[in-house]
């Protein structure tokens, strides 16, 4: 046997009993070293590898997977608590700040008028002291009302003008419908005397606790419905 294969014998199996090795490895007394520390280090190596494995290692096992699984859930638990809190406050402060924002009357009038296309076809012929009921039920207009009736009233409900709760009502103008938005006067509003857009004319005005704003398609209209507020709101 050759040196390279004897070594190759020994590196796997150090303890061969192949009598060419043996014979190999008697031939001198480096070999026999060699075979020797390989044999120590195999009988090392099967000593580490040959430990009792206790009883409850596969229970603890599964206990320490099952404690990072659940710190894992904590962690993104958490994660997806602080993100429900975040969005709850920018959620809250939004809100806040969109109640404190100034308010223009003119475009959020003329904005309602245009969502609430169902108010221009209504035809209920309210009567006024149904009006005044209305008014009186705000419980912010103080004891203002309609002294008599205001024309022809299509259409009268509650409606919100940024959390502030108005009348709306729909009236006969000169030749076409006015739409009448009926406010109470809060710090935050702001007030135009004329507003309008590519559709509707509007105009502003206080009358006594209340902020009027008047929708109509022509300014003929729109001052139509004014004078007659004008004459029969105290």
Known sequence: MDELKFRRQA?????CQD????????NSVEQESFVNDLKKLDSKLERALNIDVPEDLAAKLLLNQQLHQHQKQRKRSGLTLALVASVAFIAGISFTLL???PVDLGQHALAHVHHETKAMTADDNVKFSDVNFQLASLGTLGDSHFTQQPGKVYYSTFCDFQGVQSLHLVMQGEHSKVTLFIVPVEHRMVLEAAFADNKYKGNGFVKDNAYMLLVGETSEDVNFVKKEVQQTFI
């Open 11 to 15: 590196y796997g199996d150090p303890n």
């Open 19 to 26: 009598p060419d090795f043996l014979s190999e490895m008697h």
């Open 99 to 101: 109640r404190m924002a």
